[in-house]
C-alpha cells in the first residue's frame, strides 16, 4: 500500500471512528431517551387514570345532588348536562387509554384574569393487550346516562305527586329514589375501586419500569463506555499502526530516494566511463549526457552547461558530401532525426560535428526503452569513428598498390611451394628406406629364426645319419655287416637325406617372396608355419593343441607374409613359455570362420603380457626380450601385414583359457582377416 | 473488536427476541366472577405454563362481567357465579359452549361466633342488625339473594330487607369485606367464601335451606368472538378433569 493510501487510510479510518463514536452515543442516547419516555408514558398513564377518578368523584357528587337539588327541572337539567360533561370527559379518557393518544384537558382556575389551564398528556400505547381498566369502566360509564334518566323520572314523579298531592304514590316513589340512591354508593365505590385498581396496578408498574429502566439505564451506560471505550481503542491501534507503517514507509523512502541518488551517480558514473557519447532524451530534449560530450565540444565545462545552451545535440550535426547515412537536424518525411534512426535500425548511420578544433566523424545509434507502459527513453550513442574513416581512405589509397604487392608474395609463395614438395619427397623417400630397413631387419631375424628352426630340424636326421654310418663302419670294421644291413643303411641314410632336402625346401619356400597376389587357405599356411615351428615346441616339450575350421578359409594374398605373422606369433609364445619356465608349455591355435569374417587365435599359457605394456607390443622397437634375442620388429611387421596386405586386424589380449581341463592364463593373439580381401592388396 | 459487535448484536437480537415472543404469547381475557377467582387463577397459571399463553382475569360482579363483554366484544372465557346470566344472555349469541364447573349457594354469613344469635333470615328486618346485601343488578349473589328472599317470604320482604340494609354491595367480595371490617352483623353470601382461609376467622355460616337457596350451577362458558378457541378447550378440559374438580373441591365449589 501507498503512503497515499495509507494516508488516505488513516483518515478513513479517523472519519469512521468518529462517525462510530457518535452513532453509538447517538445509538445509546436514544435507547435512554426511549427508556424515559417509557417512564413518561407511564406517568401519564397514571395522571389520565387521576382524571378517571377525579371524574367519577364528580359525577359520584352530582348525582347524590340529583337527588337534593332535583326539584326543579332546570336544575335537573344542568345537573344532567354537567353529568353529560363528565361522562364525554370519562369517555375520552377511556378512549385515550385504550387506543392511545393525547388527552386534553382543560383545568378550571379561579384565578384573576386566567379562568382555566389546558393541560396536554400523551399517553403511548406500547402493546396490543386489552386495556382491562377500559373494559371494566366503560360499560359502567355508559351506564350512567341511563341511571341519570332514571333518576330525573323518579324526581319527576316525585314532584307530580306532591304537586297532586298523592300521598301514597308520592310516598312510593320516595321509597324508590331511596332504594335507588342505596345502590349507587356501591355502584361508584365499584367504579372507583376500578380505576383505583389501574392507579394501583400503574404505580407497581410504573415502579417496575423504573427499576428496570434504571438497570437498563446502567446497563446501556455500561455498554456505551464499553464500546466507545473500544472504538476509540481500535481507532488509536489502527491509527497507531498505520502511522508506524508510514513512518517505516517513509524510512524506506528515504533509503530508497538515497539508493536512487546512488544509483543516479552509479549511472552518471556509467556513462562517464563510456569512451563514446551517451546522450539519453525524451524524445525531443536532452534528459542526461555522459561527461564525453564536455570533452568533445572544448566550449562547454559541464553537462548541464551544454543542456542549458542547448536541447539536442543535433544543433551540431553537419553535412557530410550528400552523404544521407550522415545525420542532420532535419525534417525526414514528418519524422524528427531520432525517429528516422528508431524505424531504420539496420542502416548504418553517422554524424560529423565540429569539436571546436576540427571535424570528427561519429557512427550513432538510438535505443528506445520503455520505463512504463507509456513512458520511454531513447538512449543515443555516439562513437567517434574518425580515425577508421580516415584509415578508410588510407585503405583505398593502399588498394591501388595491392596488387604488385600480391604477385610478388605469390611467387615467393611458389617457390616455397616447390621447396616443400621436394623436401616432402626426401622426407617420404628417407621413410620409405627406413621401412625396407625394418624389413629387412625383420627379414634378417626371420632368417636367423629360420636358421635356428633349421637346426633343430636337422639335428635329428644328421644325428641319425651319423649313428646309421657309425653302425655300418663298426660292422665292416668287424665284418658282420651282412649285403641286406648295408643296404638297409644305404635306404636310411638316403631317407635322411630327403628329409633334409625337403627341410631346405621348406625353408626356402617360405624365405621366397612372393609379391604375386594368389588364394590360398589360411589354415595350409598356418600348418606350414607350425611345421617349421614344431622342433622347436618339441625341444622344449611344448604342447601344441590345434583346432582347424572344417572347411578351407580361401583368402587373396600373400601367403608367405601372412606365415611370417603366424611363425612370429608361434615363436614369440615359445620364447615366453620357456622364458618363464612354463611346465607343461601349452599353445592353443584356432582357425574358425564368423559370418564373413576368418579368425585366427593363438594363445599360451605364459601368465600373459604385463598390463604397463600390452599396448606397446605392436610398436616398432619394442621388445621384452634380450637384446640378442629380440629385435622388436616382428609384431610391428605383423601389425603391418595383416592390417596392410590382408586387410584385416591383430590384436591382443590376456585371456584365461581352459586347456586339458585345466585353466592357464597367457596372451591371446586374435587376428581377423575379412572374407573377401580387395583386389589391390 | 468485531467478535464484540457480533456478540453485541447477538445478544440484543436474543433479547429481542425474548421480547417479541413475551408480545406474541397468545393473550386470553377470562370474565371471571369475583366468588370464583382464586381456583381459576389456580387453573390459569397451569395453562399458562402448558400453553406458553398469558389469560388476564377481569373480575367483578356478573352481570357486570357480561355488560362489560357485550360492550368490548372480546374476550375468551366467562364465569358468572350463576348459570342464570348464561341462560339469561343466551339469545345474545356471545356464548358458545358452557362446561359445569361446579356450584354455589347462598348462605347466611354473621360475625365470627354470631354475638347476635342469628339463626334465620328473619334477622334482615331486625333493626338492631346491621346488615349488608348485594345489588342485583351487579353481583350473581345479589341476584340470588333477591330469589332466595322472594321465595322466602315474598318480594316485599325482599324490599323490606333491602330497604332495611345498613350497606348495599356489589360483589361477594366486599359483602364478607363489610363483615370482617365489622361495619354490619348480617350477610346473605355465597357460602364456599365463607370457608376460605382470609374469612372463615371472622366469618360463621348459617345454612340456608335448600328450598329457598338452591345450588346454582358454575358454568364455565367460551365466548364466540374468542380469537384463542383450542387454548379455551384446553382450559375447559382441565376445569372438568380430575384435577381441575379437585381444585374446584378445594375452594368448596364441589
Known amino acids: 500500500m501507498s503512503i497515499t493510501k495509507k494516508l488516505y487510510f488513516l483518515i478513513f479510518i479517523t472519519i469512521l471512528g468518529f462517525i462510530s463514536l457518535v452513532s453509538l452515543t447517538h445509538y445509546f442516547d ?7 419516555e417509557d417512564i413518561q408514558n407511564q406517568q401519564n398513564k397514571l395522571l389520565i387514570g387521576t382524571f378517571i377518578s377525579d371524574d367519577i368523584n364528580v359525577i359520584d357528587a352530582q348525582f347524590s345532588q340529583l337527588a ?7 336544575a335537573r337539567k344542568n345537573l344532567s348536562n354537567k353529568i353529560d360533561e363528565v361522562i364525554i370527559r370519562l369517555k375520552d379518557s377511556l378512549k385515550i387509554l385504550q387506543n392511545g393518544g393525547t388527552l386534553t384537558r382543560t383545568i378550571k382556575l379561579n384565578i384573576a384574569g386566567i379562568s382555566s389551564s389546558v393541560k396536554k398528556v400523551k399517553y403511548i400505547k406500547s402493546n396490543n393487550s386489552a386495556a382491562l381498566e377500559v373494559i371494566d369502566l366503560l360499560p359502567k360509564v355508559i351506564n350512567i346516562h341511563q341511571m341519570v334518566a332514571q333518576v330525573n323520572t323518579l324526581l319527576a314523579l316525585r314532584t307530580k305527586y306532591k304537586k297532586e298531592k298523592n300521598t301514597k304514590k308520592y310516598i312510593e316513589t320516595i321509597k324508590k329514589i331511596k332504594r335507588y340512591y342505596k345502590t349507587t354508593p356501591a355502584y361508584f365505590q365499584r367504579m372507583s375501586e ?5 392507579l394501583y396496578e400503574g404505580d407497581i408498574e410504573y415502579k417496575k419500569i423504573k427499576k428496570q429502566i434504571c438497570l437498563k439505564k446502567q446497563k446501556y451506560f455500561r455498554l456505551k463506555i464499553f464500546f466507545i471505550s473500544i472504538t476509540i481503542i481500535i481507532v488509536l491501534i489502527l491509527g497507531l499502526w498505520i502511522t508506524f507503517n508510514i513512518n517505516k514507509a517513509n524510512k524506506e523512502l528515504l533509503k530508497l530516494n538515497k539508493n536512487l541518488k546512488a544509483q543516479e551517480k552509479s549511472i552518471k558514473a556509467i556513462l562517464d566511463g563510456q569512451s563514446n557519447i551517451v546522450i539519453v532524451s525524451d524524445g525531443i530534449r536532452m534528459i542526461q549526457a555522459n561527461d564525453t560530450i564536455v570533452e568533445f565540444f572544448d566550449q562547454f565545462n559541464t553537462v548541464e552547461d551544454f543542456t542549458s545552451q542547448h536541447a539536442c545535440i543535433c544543433d551540431f550535426f553537419k553535412e557530410y558530401n550528400n552523404d544521407p547515412l550522415y545525420i542532420l537536424k532535419k525534417d525526414y518525411d514528418g519524422l524528427n532525426w531520432l525517429e528516422y534512426i528508431l524505424q531504420n535500425p539496420h542502416k548504418d548511420f553517422k554524424v560529423i560535428m565540429n569539436s571546436g578544433h576540427d571535424d570528427h566523424h561519429f557512427s550513432i545509434q538510438a535505443n528506445k526503452k520503455y520505463i512504463s507502459e507509456k513512458d520511454f527513453i531513447i538512449i543515443v550513442s555516439l562513437n567517434d569513428i574518425t580515425a577508421e574513416i580516415k584509415s578508410k581512405l588510407e585503405l583505398a589509397d593502399l588498394n591501388n598498390n595491392l596488387e604488385s604487392i600480391i604477385e610478388a608474395k605469390t611467387e615467393e609463395l611458389q617457390q616455397l611451394n616447390n621447396n616443400l614438395e621436394r623436401k616432402i619427397q626426401e622426407e617420404v623417400d628417407k621413410n620409405r ?3 625396407q630397413q625394418m624389413i629387412q631387419q625383420s627379414r634378417f631375424a626371420a632368417l636367423g629364426e629360420m636358421i635356428g628352426n633349421i637346426a633343430h630340424q636337422w639335428r635329428q636326421p644328421l644325428s641319425a645319419i651319423s649313428s646309421t654310418a657309425s653302425g655300418m663302419q663298426l660292422q665292416l670294421e668287424l665284418d658282420i655287416a651282412s649285403k641286406e644291413e648295408i643296404n638297409k643303411s644305404y635306404e636310411d641314410i638316403i631317407g635322411y637325406t630327403e628329409f633334409l632336402t625337403q627341410t631346405i625346401e621348406d625353408f626356402r619356400s617360405f624365405m621366397k617372396q612372393d609379391s604375386n597376389v594368389v588364394e590360398f587357405d589360411i589354415n595350409d599356411v598356418v600348418q606350414k608355419a607350425i611345421g617349421i615351428t614344431s622342433a622347436g615346441f618339441k625341444d622344449h616339450d611344448i604342447k601344441l593343441i590345434t583346432h582347424f575350421s572344417e572347411t578351407p578359409l ?51 599359457n605364459a601368465g600373459g603380457i604385463p598390463k604397463n605394456i600390452i599396448d606397446k607390443v605392436f610398436d616398432p622397437y619394442f621388445t621384452t626380450k634380450h637384446q640378442s634375442q629380440g629385435t622388436g620388429i616382428g609384431l610391428y611387421m605383423s601389425k603391418d601385414i595383416v592390417e596392410k596386405h590382408m586387410n584385416g586386424i591383430i590384436t591382443v589380449e590376456n585371456k584365461i583359457a581352459t586347456i586339458e581341463g585345466k585353466e592357464f592364463s597367457g596372451a591371446c593373439f586374435i587376428i581377423k582377416i575379412p572374407q573377401q580381401i580387395k583386389e589391390d592388396v | 473488536m468485531l467478535s464484540n459487535i457480533i456478540k453485541f448484536i447477538v445478544v440484543l437480537i436474543f433479547f429481542s427476541n425474548i421480547t417479541y415472543a413475551k408480545q406474541n404469547k397468545p393473550e386470553l381475557l377470562f370474565y371471571c366472577g369475583i366468588t370464583m377467582v382464586k381456583p381459576m387463577e389456580e387453573i390459569s397459571k397451569i395453562i399458562e405454563k402448558r400453553e406458553n399463553c398469558i389469560i388476564r382475569i377481569i373480575q367483578g360482579g356478573s352481570k357486570d362481567l357480561y355488560d362489560s363483554l357485550k360492550l368490548a366484544k372480546k374476550g375468551d372465557m366467562y364465569l358468572p357465579g350463576s348459570d342464570a346470566y348464561i341462560k339469561k344472555n343466551k339469545k345474545d349469541g356471545y356464548f358458545e359452549k358452557s362446561v359445569y364447573i361446579g356450584y354455589n349457594k347462598a348462605a347466611i354469613f354473621v360475625q365470627k361466633g354470631n354475638p347476635k344469635n342469628i339463626q334465620n333470615l328473619d334477622s334482615l328486618l331486625d333493626e338492631d342488625i346491621a346488615t349488608i346485601l348485594c345489588d342485583p343488578n351487579s353481583g350473581s349473589i345479589g341476584k340470588n339473594t333477591k330469589k332466595v328472599l322472594t321465595k322466602y317470604k315474598g318480594k316485599e320482604f325482599f324490599d323490606d330487607a333491602f330497604d332495611a340494609t345498613v350497606e348495599v354491595g356489589t360483589d361477594s367480595r366486599n359483602i364478607n369485606q363489610a363483615l370482617k371490617e365489622k361495619r354490619v352483623d348480617m350477610a346473605i353470601n355465597w357460602r364456599t367464601s365463607g370457608f376460605w382461609k382470609e374469612n372463615k376467622k371472622y366469618i360463621d355460616v348459617i345454612e340456608i335451606d335448600e328450598k329457598y337457596a338452591p345450588k346454582k350451577k358454575l358454568m364455565l362458558t367460551k365466548l364466540t368472538f374468542s380469537k384463542h378457541k383450542k387454548i379455551v378447550d384446553k382450559f375447559m378440559q382441565y376445569a372438568v378433569s380430575k384435577e381441575g374438580i379437585a381444585i374446584m373441591k378445594k375452594y368448596g365449589f364441589r
Not at chain 1, 436514544?30 to 424515559?36: A, P, Q, V
Not at chain 1, 337534593?68 to 332546570?74: D, E, M, Q, T, V
Request: charged residues 25%.
Open chain 1, 194 to 198: 376500578n380505576i383505583n385498581r389501574l
Open chain 1, 433 to 435: 628406406q627406413k621401412d
Open chain 1, 30 to 36: 436514544t435507547l435512554i431517551h426511549d427508556l424515559d
Open chain 1, 68 to 74: 337534593i337539588l332535583g326539584n326543579s327541572k332546570r
Open chain 1, 554 to 604: 580361401k583368402v587373396m594374398g600373400s601367403p608367405s607374409k601372412l606365415s611370417q605373422v603366424f611363425l612370429n606369433i608361434l615363436n614369440n609364445a615359445k620364447d615366453a613359455i620357456v622364458e618363464n619356465k612354463i611346465d607343461p608349455g601349452y599353445v592353443d591355435l584356432i582357425t574358425k570362420q564368423e559370418n564373413d569374417q576368418y579368425i585366427i587365435t593363438i594363445q599360451d
